[in-house]
């Protein structure tokens, strides 16, 4: 071909194409544990949530003590017991524990299930956190209304002429304390748990 027909040609007269090199894609950013690890800490704690409230209905529901005390019109002490169904507030806590109990092996086994088919994650994590408020009001509405009773059975209210007494049962006022305590434990675990539904359901959202 002449140097004529080769200017005629335009497409000749272009250069040829130089592939460019593949740019190689840039390592994922380093962010917090996926989705399979927080459901994993989320039945670690439905776990511990089940173990403070099964101990504190237990600790509570034996809670017993016998003891001779004086009655008015009566020249001897008597034996009197005290239990926690004696009052209605340790009853309350009581049922209000084993409904939050018996909600931690339900959620436990929900929780399990979207560790192993992570697509029904989002819906599941919906359901905890919506439960999860709702247990931690029952639990600690129970706890306050225990621990009121317990703290007028150790200091009495002089205003209102209640007497103290647990310097008499002092066995069952330290069960009421233990069972208290632990239940205190299983709302700090229901704070836990609907803090980190709430960061999962974040993690969803399409930034």
Known sequence: MSTEEKIADPEAAKPAE????????????????????????????????????LIAVLVMVTSKQTEEVAVLGIPFPVPAEAKFNNSPAFTYFVVALSVACLYSIITALASISVVLKPVYSASFLLFFVLWDVVMLGLVASATGTAGGVAYIGLKGNSHANWGKVCHVYDKFCRHLAASIAVSLLAAFALILLIILSIFSLHKKIPQ
């Open 18 to 53: 130089v592939p460019l090199p593949k740019k190689e894609a840039p390592p994922p950013p380093s962010g917090p544990p996926d989705t399979a690890n927080l459901l994993t800490v989320d039945v670690a704690l439905r776990g511990l949530l089940f173990a403070s409230t």
